[in-house]
């Protein structure tokens, strides 16, 4: 027995009683079932968290990546002068490689690809091997910056001279000093010419570059130093042109966009380029691509095909790209059962009862519309 003693002010008289066992039975089953549902509250509301979390993280991831890839895939194509009558390109053996080949490749995609030998590489990167059975794009375009105005080119010396566009009034001694260095690949235009070439030799104090040939240990150099079109490599001045004052000259950026694992095993989106290769956002499961053509000249789609359907001038028609992602949380066991998503015309199951979601875009490339 236990006595209740407030009850019982004498607890030697016999009329003195305490809780029975059913009494005591029913308080610990009582307090059991209000331990139970506080417990399955805490719970619910970790899970809730955990599911909530999951969510915000692979939304940004797939904010993150659909940025980068409209942002690189969006500009393909674009020069300081917009588009010109002629392009012109002197780097050597530019028809074998993707990322130098503007005028041929300003955008190109590679499906259902394996290993790095289905990508484009060049140095100073090789690309990972990608995920199998993914799809990466090809973005060349000039760089994003307003870049310098050309004071002078003698195409004899192949030699330009330089000034910021802001500066051009000013007396050389004040001007800012150019930031390009040897081996760079720049683009120089006017309204009605492009080329492409690399730098042999860059003074950033005397604010000149020179395109010249044949120069040990700029790879994979200038073919011609004529700049004109047609392109002539079998001499060494090719075809001379004179780019006039105030002529722009920027770099010439190549952007591979592609998925593959990073050192922790986790699947990610990579970008390579001239300036090596880098990790943009992790957690990308797959992507893959259609490209919008005009086939007919009048500025808008006309059909969506994948890269694998598209050869040689097909590339020339694309004016937009549809880019889709599946994205997969890091953190496991968020769900209580395992999600069935629809990618790809397919179904595809996050493992380990994560969450997944798909993100898809539909970016114009604003240089051919």
């Keep these: 027995m236990i006595f209740n003693r407030r009850a019982c002010p004498f607890p030697s008289l016999r009329s003195c009683h305490g809780l029975s066992l059913v009494e005591l039975m029913i ?5 059991l079932l209000l331990m139970l549902a506080v417990g399955t509250i805490f719970l619910a509301g970790k899970q809730s968290y955990r599911t909530n979390d ?19 895939v969006r500009g393909a194509g674009g020069s300081p002068c917009g588009p010109t009558k002629t ?9 074998t ?12 995609g590679y499906e259902d690809v394996r290993t790095n030998s289905d990508l484009p590489g060049s140095d100073p990167f090789t690309p990972r091997d990608p995920l199998d059975g993914t799809d990466a794009v090809l973005a060349i375009s000039a760089e994003e910056s307003l870049g310098f105005s050309v004071t002078g080119h003698n195409p004899t010396s192949a030699q330009f001279k330089l000034s910021r566009p802001s500066e051009i009034e000013k007396p050389e001694s004040d001007r800012t000093q150019h930031d390009f260095v040897d081996g760079d690949i720049l683009m120089v235009c006017d309204f009605d010419h492009t080329a492409i070439f690399q730098v042999t030799n860059a003074n950033q104090s005397n604010l000149t570059v020179v395109h010249n040939t044949g120069v040990s240990g700029v790879t994979p150099g200038n073919c011609t130093k004529g700049l004109g ?9 090719g075809t001379p042109y004179t780019f006039g004052d105030r002529s722009r000259i920027t770099r010439m950026v190549s952007r591979l966009f592609y998925i593959a694992e990073n050192p922790r095993g986790v699947p990610s989106l ?3 380029g001239f300036d090596g290769q880098e ?33 040689g001038a097909d590339w020339e028609d694309v004016v937009s790209v549809r880019i889709s992602i599946l994205v997969y949380s890091e953190e496991r066991n968020v769900l209580d059962r395992d999600q069935t998503i629809v990618f790809n015309g397919s179904e595809v199951t996050p493992p380990d009862r994560r969450l997944g979601r798909v993100f898809t875009s539909t970016v114009a490339l604003r240089n051919r519309l």
Excluded: K, W
Excluded at 27 to 31: E, F, N
Excluded at 282 to 310: C, E, F, H, I, K
């Design 27 to 31: 308080a610990l089953a009582l307090g």
């Design 54 to 72: 999951a969510l915000a993280e692979i939304q940004e991831t797939g904010r993150f990546a659909m940025e980068f890839l409209r942002r690189g």
């Design 87 to 95: 392009i012109v390109n002197v780097l050597e053996g530019v028809s």
């Design 97 to 108: 490689h993707d990322l130098m080949n503007f005028e041929g490749t300003a955008i190109m």
């Design 229 to 237: 079109s047609p392109l002539v490599c079998d001499t060494a001045n």
């Design 270 to 272: 990579y970008r390579a």
């Design 279 to 311: 990790e943009l956002v992790q957690g990308v499961q797959d992507m893959q691509m259609v490209y919008g053509r005009d086939t007919d000249g009048d500025g808008s789609v006309d059909r969506y095909d994948p890269a694998n359907v598209l050869t």
